[in-house]
């Protein structure tokens, strides 16, 4: 359903692994300055850290995040990871390459007759709600949790399928539900989870025009340009 930092910020990331070589007793030493900026650092470059390799995973990247602080930690206290800079260098730029020569190609663009009448019909049920960008929301079954917010997390189970039935993508009931940050979500789902509509424990029912979704150049391999979506989304909860 689904942004990264410089890659000197991940090196950088090591720093929190400096914490292991201190006492591990709170009390045993009083806080100062320097321990204030280096938890600051680590957290800041941390959290950078993390949105990189989730990026780069999302992209099709193998990765290791044990094999990935093991290696960081021996590159930056001068011990031989097993790459230099150079090799890493030729390594990623390989391995972009690859994974360019195979990305899907983009799939033909959808008939907007066709998506605009699915819109349309869904938006004709009793008891919708339109929201703004046009995106229909119907409630199969009341939530009575915690309402999503725009900092907050979502945790969902969801089947997304195309105006055809095709099924693009889908957490199973048997799956654990997938976490996503509510702001860095499609418009149209975005909106809807905003809403108030939107409870935990309660199953939903969402039509997003391309507007809202992924527009007029959709996902290659997947969605097409110019589609419209529904997603049948069950809102395990919200934090």
């Not at 917010?149 to 993508?169: N, S, W």
């Amino acid at each position: 359903m689904m942004r990264g930092k410089h890659l000197v910020a991940v090196a950088l990331a090591a720093l929190s692994m400096t914490a292991s070589a201190l006492p591990t007793d709170k009390h045993s030493i009083a806080p100062t300055a320097a321990d204030s900026t280096s938890t600051a650092l680590a957290v800041f470059i941390g959290d950078a850290a993390n949105e990189l390799l989730s990026s780069q995973a999302a992209m099709g990247l193998p990765i290791d995040r044990g094999q990935f602080i093991r290696a960081l930690s021996q590159y930056l206290h001068g011990e031989d990871p097993g790459m230099n800079p150079v090799d890493a260098h030729n390594y990623l730029t390989e391995a972009y390459k690859r994974m360019q020569s195979e990305a899907p190609k983009p799939l033909p663009a959808a008939d907007a007759t066709v998506e605009a009448a699915a819109l349309a019909k869904a938006a004709s049920q009793p008891g919708v709600v339109v929201l703004p960008t046009g995106t229909v929301l119907e409630v199969l079954k009341e939530g009575t949790g915690a309402r999503p917010t725009e900092e907050g997390i979502a945790m969902m189970r969801y089947k997304g399928t195309l105006t055809d039935g095709t099924v693009f993508d889908e957490v199973y009931d048997d799956e654990e539900a997938l976490a996503f940050p509510v702001s860095d979500l499609a418009e149209g789902l975005t909106e809807a989870l905003l809403s108030g509509k939107m409870k935990s424990g309660g199953r939903y029912v969402l039509t997003i025009p391309a507007s809202a979704g992924y527009g007029e150049e959709g996902v290659p391999g997947k969605i097409p340009p110019g589609a419209t979506l529904r997603f049948v989304i069950d809102l395990i909860d919200a934090e």
